[in-house]
């Protein structure tokens, strides 16, 4: 567990903010676009609509994805009390 100051805890923070928001964006896109683009072709998978399989199918492979890449990647592992730590 890491140590952080106080400017590098607010520094950590936003950025494990950002990436999640950022994710969020990315797992929105994905689950919205494919349901407008593929609405209306009259497929199907698995006895439902193509647009459906495809648009809650790929967002949650993204969201699963992305949360592992963020997880080794972004976040950091640090005490957050600092009461806690004394």
């Known amino acids: 567990m890491k ?3 106080r400017e590098e805890l607010d520094k950590q923070l936003r950025k ?3 990436a999640t928001w ?3 964006i990315l797992c929105a896109l994905v689950h919205i676009v ?3 683009l593929l609405n209306g072709n009259g497929q199907q998978m698995f006895n439902m609509p193509q647009w ?3 648009s809650v199918g790929g967002a949650g492979i993204v969201a699963i994805v ?4 963020l997880v080794k990647t972004v976040f950091i ?3 957050y009390d600092e009461e806690a730590a004394e």
Do not use: M, R, Y
Not at 66 to 69: L, Q, S
């Open 3 to 5: 140590k952080l100051s």
């Open 16 to 18: 494990e903010s950002q």
């Open 22 to 24: 950022v994710l969020t």
């Open 34 to 36: 494919p349901a407008f």
């Open 52 to 54: 459906f399989v495809v």
């Open 66 to 69: 992305g949360i592992i890449v």
């Open 77 to 79: 592992d640090f005490d």
